[in-house]
């Protein structure tokens, strides 16, 4: 099988891990591409991948675009005709890097306007032609690509557009032993859509039933949290002297702020300058993150103050990510979406919102006191327990979160402004536009959630979806993948290319 490889610094290592694994259990050929010397040197460090090639485009190419931009955009339009899908500007506007805000906490003033709309074009036109080039040559069965940021789902259109299968293995909610082949270009999972389709002429019967009816039993019972919240990770920001380490500040290695990658930012829209990445500036958001916290712990309210009232609850998501960026695009500003759900509601109602774990410390205090001051919202406490908060809440809105697959194991209606591969089960609202979500928010309480029944059907289409295993990464840490499961995503690469 020939796999090719494309992502982002962070990511090398497990798919490095992925490589060697499935070396063990089939012939592998693979390539991997790469984005800048450093990467490049990493890779070839691993010593997994057969070949690694480096497209990043150099500084006096992307400086061609100031004598003539429209080479570059005519060429994209072009692009988006053949493919059938107008998505070059949407698929820049997503990406953090070319936004100038890798993270809520970096201040986009801080950051040196690099990223200009016909220097963003010509990037884009000018990998484009290389990622084209080196499908056309390996002839790839499969191609690993996260579709996190802008040139990674150009991989994944321009693979797709030649017939080769392109995503990543993934781990299956409230079923953490096992995983799911994921080949669209968000959280898509078309056969768990399928699943829940045929699942009405084809009714879980004998084991299986009971086997999801105890799961259920199980997640109702123990309030069953995602596995990434039981992490590090889960807690928020490191402190100041983690934060230092995790970048290797002071080594001089892979990803330095110091080193020789460092200075490629105005190539490689995913390199930072040195002073976002400095010890000073890594103090100065650890000091606001802390600021933030600690303002968020103040203008927090305990359930018990709001058990017994009326309300409706928003979970905030992680930002900047995929979920939220690339699959909620039209709702991707929070504040405004909760401003706008907030006025949606009867005057009887409020509004509670409830921070995520794993963004305290990240999210800026100006988003918090924005909150504070909406009349008639409330700031939940942030370690309270979600599943509590569900089933107390007369309808739940989110984003793309899996909150919404909590609620409807309550029989608690859900609303997802996003689109993820749960939005269409029943129990689960997905309006069309903002007048949409106003009319569903004007008498949450009428809304049907998921029966029993409902909630069997989406667990076990799930079920039916996925198969036993774990991928290389649950959270944030690669892990080394076990014989077993490398066999089961082998077995699923297999079917996959079959099918395309």
């Known amino acids: 099988m020939k796999i090719l490889l494309f992502c982002h610094h962070a990511q090398i290592r497990e798919y490095a891990k992925y490589i060697n694994a499935f070396k063990k259990t089939n012939l592998v050929q693979s390539l991997f591409l790469t984005m800048g010397r450093d990467e490049y040197e990493l890779g070839q460090e691993l010593g997994a991948f057969d070949v690694v090639k480096d497209i990043l485009p150099g500084k006096r190419e992307l400086d061609a675009a100031d004598e003539d931009p429209t ?10 005709n ?41 990037f884009m036109y000018l990998i484009s032609r290389r990622l084209e080039e080196e499908i056309r040559s390996f002839d790839p069965d499969f191609m690993f690509v ?24 993934m781990s299956v ?12 270009i968000g959280y898509d999972w078309n056969e768990a859509r399928v699943a829940y389709s045929e699942m009405t002429d084809s009714p879980m019967i004998g084991a299986e039933l009971t086997k ?9 019972e123990k309030h069953t949290k995602p596995a990434y919240l039981q992490t590090e990770h889960a807690k928020g920001a490191p402190g100041f002297l983690k934060r230092l380490y995790a970048l290797w500040a002071f080594s001089g290695g892979h990803g330095s702020w110091l080193g020789r990658r460092a200075r490629t930012f105005e190539e490689d829209p995913q390199v930072l300058p040195r002073k976002i990445y400095s010890p000073y500036a890594k103090y100065i958001r650890y000091r606001n993150g802390l600021k933030a916290k600690r303002y968020l712990l103040r203008h927090q309210t305990h359930f018990d103050k709001f058990r017994t009232k009326q309300y409706a609850i928003y979970f905030l998501h992680v ?8 699959m909620a695009f039209d709702y991707q500003d929070q504040v405004d979406t909760i401003r706008n759900i907030l006025a949606a509601l009867p005057a009887d109602m409020n509004l509670i919102v409830k921070e995520h774990t794993p963004m305290l410390g990240y999210r800026p205090i100006e988003v918090y006191d924005q909150l504070a ?6 700031i939940a406490d942030t370690h309270e327990d979600s599943h509590q908060l569900i089933t107390h809440a007369s309808v739940v809105v989110t984003l793309t979160g899996t909150v919404a697959l909590e609620a409807l194991l309550y029989g608690i209606p859900a609303i997802v402004l996003g689109s993820i591969y749960f939005d269409g089960f029943n129990g689960i609202y997905k309006p ?32 039916r979806a996925s198969q036993p295993g774990k991928p290389s990464r649950v959270d944030v840490t690669a892990e080394e993948i076990d014989d077993d499961s490398a066999k089961v995503m082998m077995s699923e690469l297999k079917r996959t290319c079959r099918l395309a």
């Open 71 to 80: 080479i570059a955009s005519g060429s994209l339009k072009a692009l988006e």
């Open 82 to 122: 053949r493919i059938g899908s107008v998505f070059v500007n949407r698929d820049i506007l997503m990406d953090r890097f070319f936004r100038g805000q890798p993270t809520l906490n970096v201040d986009s003033k801080s950051f040196p306007l690099i990223w200009t709309g016909s220097r963003t074009k010509q």
């Open 373 to 378: 001051h909406m009349p008639g919202l409330i």
């Open 146 to 169: 996260e579709t996190s940021v802008a040139p990674n789902r150009m991989a994944w259109r321009l693979a797709r557009e030649k017939g080769v299968p392109a995503g990543g293995f």
């Open 432 to 463: 069309k536009s903002l007048g949409d979500l106003k009319e569903l928010m004007a008498n949450p309480e009428k809304l049907p959630g998921a029966t029993d029944e409902d909630a069997l059907r989406a667990l076990g289409s799930l079920l």
């Open 212 to 220: 999801v009816e105890q799961r259920l039993q199980t997640i109702r």
């Open 173 to 184: 909610r409230f079923w953490p032993e096992r995983l799911y082949l994921e080949t669209g």
């Open 319 to 326: 930002q900047p990510e995929m979920t939220v960026e690339g």
